[in-house]
């Protein structure tokens, strides 16, 4: 009887010179399972490149209508093994803000190009933002050194370049409360931190830590802009908006 024998096509063609019998066999593989999750553009909001500020990306980013990744640490949420298996990225502070006006403005498109409903726009804002039950919160893509913020810039071709940069002039002192969530929208800065040209308002801020990194929240009691955050801390309602490459 011939041997049985599960080879690659390099091996084969040795046995062809050796004039060796053999039989070929279909070899038992473990199916291989992708974590990236299939995208269905109606589920993300276009942030095209005219709505975005300052250069911490140059491509279209489209950003869903839900958080994933609820009760994950920072830290996990920043491995391959949950957000760049999906070949998604955590939002920015910046790129929180630019969201953040689009969906105001009600004036936006889906991944696939359809208009979205001022009314869905609305309730999504008020999800987000709104002083009221239950507790909703999400991880943002900064931390913050001695006067330093590190967070990831998004290249052309879709990968990730990690930048380091001294903080601008951005309040340095907590306000609780607090800023104007308008006024922070109109007035951040190329990080998306709130200046000394914020108005006061009602939307707590948290000034930058050392070692710490930004979420941003809101409850029953108020919002939160906090850039004081333990990075191996969680939360049931804390998550990711996790955005990926139009």
């Not at 609305?122 to 991880?139: H, I, N």
């Amino acid at each position: 009887m011939a041997p049985i024998i599960e080879v690659s096509d390099d091996v084969l063609r040795g046995l062809d010179l050796t004039k060796v019998p053999y039989k070929l066999v279909k070899s038992a593989q473990t199916p291989i399972v992708s974590s990236i999750r299939p995208v269905n553009n109606g589920d993300y909001i276009l942030l095209d490149r005219e709505h975005q500020s300052g250069n911490y990306s140059q491509v279209d980013l489209l950003v869903p209508f839900e958080k994933t990744h609820l009760s994950d640490k920072w830290n996990n949420c920043k491995t391959p093994i949950l957000l760049a298996s999906e070949q998604g990225y955590m939002p920015s502070i910046r790129q929180h803000v630019d969201s953040l006006k689009l969906i105001k403005s009600g004036k936006a498109f889906d991944g696939a190009g359809n208009k979205i409903s001022s009314a869905r726009l609305q309730a999504l804002f008020k999800d987000m933002t709104g002083v009221k039950s239950p507790y909703r919160a999400e991880w943002l893509d900064a931390k913050f050194g001695d006067g330093t913020i590190t967070y990831h810039s998004i290249e052309k071709d879709g990968s990730v370049r990690l930048v380091t940069e001294k903080l601008d002039k951005c309040l340095m002192r907590d306000k609780t409360p607090g800023i104007s969530l308008d006024s922070w929208l109109k007035t951040a800065d190329a990080h998306g931190l709130p200046t000394s040209k914020t108005r006061d308002g009602d939307l707590y801020f948290w000034y930058p830590r050392n070692g710490a990194v930004a979420w941003f929240d809101a409850g029953s009691d108020w919002a939160i802009l906090g850039c004081d955050r333990i990075p191996s801390g969680s939360d049931d309602g804390l998550g990711v908006r996790v955005a990926r490459k139009k």
